[in-house]
């Protein structure tokens, strides 16, 4: 053919021309680096992370105490499972403490951050001041605040007795109806400081024209923060409270170290739970299927946390 | 005039708030560092004074270590070693996969997002029993290299979501610059994004910092030996000398002391930098 | 020819070097290595043993490794670093089910130390309830031996207050709880007590070697396993004389004795220190607290015992805790060494050595007594004298499995916040019984 009659033909795209083998070998050439930038975080992920969680789910069909031969069951231990009450106790303890944890910890960190955003007075101290609880490990937080809760001698109640509020001094983590909250009071304490700090960039993130704007207009501090600023760091609201649930779910530090699960299985949480049937009741079996009904749980609302994002990002 | 204007008593109301709070928020932690200073018959009788002068004798036996196997250095070097590992690995895993999420659009990212995202699901407990069975094989358990590699683990998820947050409101036109500059991706991405992001760097870190030096559970699971242990170990196995039962108090308050100024110091440190990080739209 | 002297000086040295170092080569030393809990004092007495042991036998040395909180490491230990074919040789060891001994000897990891209780004399050496309790059950051979021995549970007090007050030892529960009344009325914390080691744990356990008969508490250590005698599941859980051991705890609670908030002392420093500091008259706890702990106070202690109910006699003042030992394991390459360093610990010599740095009363109860005196501090030994004579028995938990241990825990945990009856209690430990029957 002549050049004209060859470049009047229309030339199909090179890749088309190619078979699925030098597709993918092109696919992979043009995308090497990136493959190779993720590659690190995919391989401990699957290494340290997959594999021992479907050993987990596998290890839940059997019932094993450590050292005789394993012994298939099936799904007996989900079916006991539902009808352990100290399963479902610690189960409704886990969600009643993650969303109140939650709830908490947002709220306040949300006040905080905006009445700092608001440059009052010692912003700049509490900036640095209220992120700090978050950096003490847990197990220190947790041995303080027993001290602290102590009914006799604690500072707690010391200092109510001394103020004449004795009849507020209760026995804090001797009392099953109230432990778990205090334990979620003491949370909140502690972590606050984090959705604080989060909020507090996204508020300070809202453009200056659009705050000018507001303050020509004359708008109320109030007004200012419920229709300018909530509505701006929406996205980051949500975010941080759907993560903040996430790792609520997972808790099991504070419990082990302040109550042990205590007292009257009242502090007992999915973590909690799942350390006694392992290490202290031997049912290893039994335990890796609490981990399983836990891995469900979490993902599930990780899996709603994305539909959300993912509306959310559409609406932006 | 106008300054008393906007003194309202909702301000007022709002100062005093935060005041108390930041007083609440600060107590504890100050009196731990108290009664660290005192003996026990003074904390339990006294519990609001002040150890002045300080009394160093609590220190100076959690440093001896006779009541934990080993002494206070041992354990300190542990968690050392083992947070330095795990943060550089994390820092150095996390920023490539969050980069290469925000910027590569590479066949298969949607699903490797997706699977960033849902390992943030996973709860450690439930890998702790074939871990350790795991590890044990590979010959990882009991030593100070398996507990980095678990911890980077443990820790990749949520470090990538804040590293991919924080790269997607980088500035493209600089790294474009790079390449038009004749950079390789990875050159543009080590040499002048990296150098940019301190902020993010700092903020992985500091988010990660203060699990993985007090991190108890798997530690105590995994490394059984006492040499190789943390310091969250032995302050949770902390048992009184049977000849110090008036002492038993004060060094529980010591060794929790000298586990947590180290995160105090370096938060002090980096603060600042925090900030901006967190300023850059993290968690969008 | 010169050249040839010297050639045959230098090989006739190189042959001499040769052979010198090819018999120390082959008197290689053998390594053994043995872990023990290193809180508290069992480490170091193994260590003080190993020391001597090592001075005596350079062929033959003994490491020891220290080990974490006795709990976690003993749960996980059994599947893993015993299992392994490079685990340790010999370990310190809570011989009870619950630890899983009885596994391990069933699945062939244990050495039977039969041989050794001939050689050593044991069989004589010591009390005919520890050889029961070491011979199993299934094949009747030894896989363990007992190095000290604890009992608990003992209520120490603060003789200072009582004095101060007019009080004095107890010998009935109404005088119990008119102790406590005066003692909290003077505003002391009548009973410090470690909440789930002591009133979960040792106190019902404590009641059970008062309300049970003989037979009930033979019944009770076997009745929760299938292949027992059929005669010990007529005894339940429900029958009035166990029912009775949780009403008297929940007795105990309703009295407050043991102070506000006491489900939250979990602690054991803040425990022992709430007494030592005198703000609690009594704190109950294992003869263990009796030597260095009681002696460094500046205070007078003294000590009793729970009281008896009715007046029916107890089977023990104490339970005893027969369970501290030591074990062999089978798939290591120096089993007869090992047994050898058992043999010299369990022996008078080693076990002066174990008692001065562990102050741990010796299982063996053929030593004599100014060994026991020298080794161990006043306190110990007078009470080691007291239990001699008033008797102790084993403790309950030392026979069960895990699952109805922690069962019992866990729902006087429930009964002592209220959520459950005594009635209900007991109706629930039976159930487990019934049901561990099943699977054991």
Redesign the interface.
């Known amino acids: 053919m002549t050049t004209t009659e060859v470049a009047s033909q229309p030339i199909a795209p090179y890749s088309n021309r190619l078979s699925w083998y030098q597709r993918l070998k092109k696919?992979l050439r043009d995308?090497l680096?990136?493959?190779?930038?993720?590659t690190?975080?995919?391989l401990?992920?699957i290494?340290?992370?997959v594999?021992?969680?479907i050993?987990?789910l596998s290890?839940a069909t059997y019932?094993w105490?450590?050292?005789?031969p394993r012994e298939f069951i099936g799904f007996e231990n989900f079916q006991d499972l539902g009808t352990d009450r100290?399963f479902l106790g610690a189960l409704q303890h886990t969600i009643f403490f993650s969303i109140a944890a939650t709830l908490g910890t947002v709220t306040l960190g949300l006040l905080?951050a905006v009445?700092i955003s608001r440059r009052?007075?010692?912003a700049s101290?509490?900036?640095?001041?209220?992120?700090?609880?978050?950096?003490?490990?847990?197990?220190?937080?947790g041995?303080?605040?027993?001290?602290?809760?102590?009914?006799?001698?604690?500072?707690l109640n010391?200092?109510l007795r001394g103020a004449g509020l004795e009849a507020l001094a209760e026995?804090?983590?001797?009392?099953?109806k109230i432990?778990l909250f205090v334990l979620i009071g003491v949370t909140i304490?502690q972590y606050s400081?984090f959705p604080m700090?989060?909020l507090?960039?996204?508020a300070?993130?809202i453009s200056e024209e659009v705050q000018e704007a507001a303050t020509l207009d004359g708008v109320s501090?109030w007004q200012r923060i419920t229709h300018i600023t909530i509505p701006l760091i929406r996205?980051?609201l949500i975010?941080?409270s759907v993560?903040q649930v996430?790792f609520s779910?997972?808790v099991?530090?504070l419990m082990w170290?302040m109550?042990?699960g205590?007292?009257?299985?009242?502090t007992d949480v999915?973590?909690t739970f799942?350390?006694?049937e392992?290490?202290?009741?031997?049912?290893?079996g039994y335990?890796?299927a609490v981990?399983?009904a836990?891995?469900v749980i979490?993902?599930t609302?990780?899996?709603i946390y994305?539909r959300i994002v993912r509306v959310e990002n559409a609406k932006l | 005039m106008n300054r008393l204007r906007h003194l309202s008593l909702v301000k007022i109301i709002v100062v005093v708030v935060l005041v108390l709070w930041a007083i609440i928020e600060l107590y504890p932690i100050l009196f731990m560092f108290n009664t660290s200073f005192k003996l026990d018959p003074q904390i339990l009788n006294e519990p609001f004074s002040i150890g002045y002068p300080p009394s160093f004798e609590s220190y100076a036996r959690v440093w001896e270590g006779d009541q934990t196997g080993q002494p206070f250095l041992s354990y300190f070097m542990n968690s050392a070693i083992i947070l330095v590992g795990t943060i550089i690995l994390l820092l150095v895993t996390s920023t490539l996969a969050g980069y290469a999420l925000a910027r590569g659009r590479f066949p298969g990212s949607p699903w490797v997002q997706q699977g960033f995202l849902l390992s943030l699901a996973v709860p450690a407990h439930a890998l702790l029993i074939p871990l350790y069975f795991f590890l044990g094989n590979l010959g990882l358990r009991n030593n100070l290299l398996g507990m980095v590699m678990v911890y980077t683990t443990l820790g990749l998820p949520l470090s990538i979501v804040l590293a991919r947050a924080y790269f997607l409101s980088f500035p493209v036109e600089i790294e474009e610059q790079a390449l038009i500059d004749g950079c390789s991706q990875f050159g543009a991405f080590w040499r002048i994004v990296v150098p940019m992001s301190r902020s993010i760097l700092a903020t992985i870190a500091i988010v990660n910092i203060t699990w993985v030096w007090s991190e108890l559970f798997f530690a105590q699971a995994f490394l059984s030996d006492t040499d190789m242990q943390t310091l969250p170990i032995a302050v949770a196995s902390y048992r009184p000398a049977q000849m110090q039962a008036s002492a038993a108090i004060s060094q529980h308050f010591a060794i929790m002391a000298l586990t947590t100024l180290p995160l105090l110091i370096f938060y002090f440190v980096f603060q600042s930098h925090i900030r901006k990080g967190m300023t850059a739209g993290a968690l969008r | 020819m010169k050249y040839h002297a010297k050639g045959l000086i230098f090989v006739l040295g190189l042959v001499f070097v040769l052979l010198v170092t090819g018999v120390v080569v082959a008197q290689e030393t053998i390594e053994l290595t043995a872990t023990a809990v290193g809180v508290g004092t069992t480490s170091a007495a193994l260590q003080a043993v190993a020391d001597q042991w090592n001075a005596d036998h350079p062929d033959i040395q003994v490491r020891v490794e220290a080990r974490p909180d006795d709990v976690t490491w003993q749960a996980a230990a059994p599947s893993t670093e015993f299992a392994a074919d490079d685990g340790p040789d010999l370990s310190w060891w809570w011989c009870t089910r619950a630890q899983s001994w009885r596994d391990m000897s069933a699945a062939g990891m244990l050495a039977p130390l039969d041989d050794l209780y001939e050689s050593e004399g044991w069989f004589d050496a010591f009390p005919q309830g520890t050889i029961d309790y070491f011979r199993d059950p299934i094949d009747g051979h030894f896989y363990g031996v007992q190095v000290d021995t604890v009992w608990t549970p003992i209520i120490y007090y603060n003789r200072d207050i009582f004095d101060e007050l007019g009080l004095s030892e107890p010998a009935t529960w109404d005088e119990f709880f008119a102790v406590t009344d005066a003692l909290a009325e003077a505003g002391y914390l009548p009973l410090s007590a470690v909440y789930d080691m002591q009133l979960q744990n040792h106190l019902p356990q404590a009641l059970m070697l008062r309300s049970w008969t003989q037979e009930e508490y033979d019944a009770f250590t076997q009745n929760w396993s299938g292949s027992a005698d059929p005669a010990t599941f007529e005894h339940k859980w429900t029958d009035p004389n166990s029912v009775r051991i949780f009403e008297i705890i929940n007795e105990l609670g309703q009295h407050n004795v043991w102070g506000d908030g006491f489900q939250a002392l979990t602690d054991y420093n803040q425990a022992i220190s709430l007494f030592s500091s005198q703000a609690a008259g009594m704190y109950v706890m294992g003869v263990w607290e009796a030597g260095a702990s009681m002696s460094e106070l500046d205070f007078n202690v003294d000590w009793f015992y729970y009281p008896s109910i009715d007046g029916q006699e107890p089977l023990g003042v104490v339970g005893s805790w027969p369970a501290n030992g030591y074990i062999v394991f089978q798939n290591r390459p120096h089993v007869e060494e090992s047994k050898q360093f058992v043999a010299y610990l369990i022996s008078p010599d080693g076990m002066q050595i174990y008692m001065e740095a562990g102050g741990l009363p010796p299982g063996r109860s053929d030593l004599p007594e100014e060994l026991l005196n020298e080794a161990l501090d006043p306190n110990t030994t007078a009470i080691t004298g007291e239990i001699a004579e008033l008797g102790s028995v084993p403790l309950w938990e030392a026979y069960v499995t895990p699952e109805l241990f922690q069962g019992i825990r866990e729902h006087i945990d429930l009964m002592l916040s209220g959520a459950e009856t005594p009635e209900e209690v007991a109706a629930a430990v039976e159930a487990l019984n019934v049901e561990s029957r099943e699977n054991n």
């Open positions: 696919t995308n680096i990136w493959y190779l930038f993720v690190p975080a995919i401990l992920i290494v340290f992370m594999v021992p969680i050993e987990a290890l019932r105490n450590g050292v005789r100290f905080l009445a009052v007075l010692g101290i509490y900036r640095v001041l209220f992120y700090l609880p978050v950096m003490v490990p847990i197990t220190v937080v041995a303080l605040w027993v001290r602290i809760l102590e009914p006799n001698f604690g500072m010391t200092f026995s804090w983590l001797g009392d099953a432990a304490w400081g700090i989060v507090l960039a996204a300070e993130n501090e996205p980051v975010s941080i993560l996430i779910l997972k099991f530090d170290v109550t042990r205590g007292p009257g299985q009242s999915l973590g799942l350390f006694d392992a290490f202290f009741k031997r049912k290893y335990a890796s981990a399983v836990m891995f979490i993902f609302i990780t899996y994305q």
